[in-house]
């Protein structure tokens, strides 16, 4: 009977499990092995032809190609400030809108909207507001700084996509840290305040441990997406000026589709899925270690 309970169970399991094996292999599976076949190979993406070049695309990339150097470059620097003020910033509100005060559920749905809405469309809608909104904005009030140059000019366009991206994706990560924050027990809380511990003691002993896990995750989640990030910026500024804000992916989608030289591109995508693993499981294990010390 027994036996028979375990084969029945095992059926159930292949039954509910193989669609989602079959769909995950067919669509990203399948489609990883030939981006890993094609980054060996020289082909515009259109041809019939190929020719099998080995590890000419990975040579060239680490030896003689600038603009991925600048990518590199930009999506490593993106991506430390992105993460940094995303977290810091969810957990403040995370504690701010955790307390009893009116219409916190109101101020929660502001924050998460922008979420809910495409990349693409956050985009353009900044792109609007950089180039018209503060231009009339800063005729009518007279503000210099409205009148800048915040998609023209490099270093403002740099800083132009951390605070969108960091606008765009807060709402998220702020409920994650809403809800680990839910999940510490009051009586630890009331234990410290009896110890005489003062809000920020608080915090940093007790809080902060007791939702490491949401921190894990929020880590995890906002490093991959960041050096992953593609439509924000694409609709935003197109990796300008110049090349000053081309993310990584970005690169890879000019060098494959715009310059037809899809095995190059091919291998850089390789190259972007090797350094999203190593820094994720680096991540992972140094935050489990923290979980479990907590």
């Known amino acids: 009977m027994n036996q028979k309970l375990i084969s029945q169970e095992r059926r159930s399991f292949i039954f509910f499990a193989f669609p989602a094996i079959f769909f995950i292999t067919l669509f990203e599976g399948i489609p990883f092995l030939m981006c890993i076949l094609n980054s060996f190979r020289k082909w ?23 603009s991925f150097a600048n990518a590199l470059g930009f999506t490593f620097l993106y991506a430390f400030f992105v993460v940094i003020f995303i977290n810091a910033i969810a957990i403040f509100l995370a504690l701010l809108l955790e307390r009893n005060i009116r219409a916190k559920g109101i101020f929660r749905m502001a924050f998460y909207i922008p979420n ?7 985009g353009f809608i900044w792109k609007f507001i950089c180039i018209r909104v503060f231009e009339a904005a800063g005729s009518l009030t007279g503000l210099e700084f409205l009148n800048y140059s915040w998609l023209g000019d490099s270093k403002l366009a740099i800083f132009t996509t951390i605070f969108v991206s960091v606008w765009q994706g807060l709402g998220f990560y702020m409920i994650i840290y809403i809800a680990g924050l839910q999940s510490v027990p009051d009586e630890l809380i009331e234990a410290a305040l009896i110890d005489g511990a003062n809000p920020v003691r608080r915090l940093f002993s007790v809080i902060i441990p007791m939702i490491m896990p949401s921190i894990s995750f929020c880590m995890f989640y906002s490093v991959a997406n960041s050096m992953k990030m593609f439509e ?3 609709s935003l500024t197109g990796g300008g000026p110049g090349v000053a804000t081309t993310p990584i992916a970005l690169d890879i989608y000019n060098t494959a589709f715009n310059n037809n030289n899809f095995g190059y591109g091919s291998a850089k995508s390789v190259v972007l899925f090797i350094i999203v693993c190593a820094i994720s499981i680096v991540q992972v294990k140094f935050f489990k270690n923290k979980e479990v010390e907590s």
């Open 44 to 66: 515009n993406g259109i041809s019939k032809n190929t020719s099998f070049v080995g590890l000419k695309n990975y040579i060239k990339l680490f030896t003689d190609d600038p």
């Open 116 to 122: 809910i809405i495409s990349l693409i469309i956050i």
């Open 232 to 234: 924000l910026i694409f």
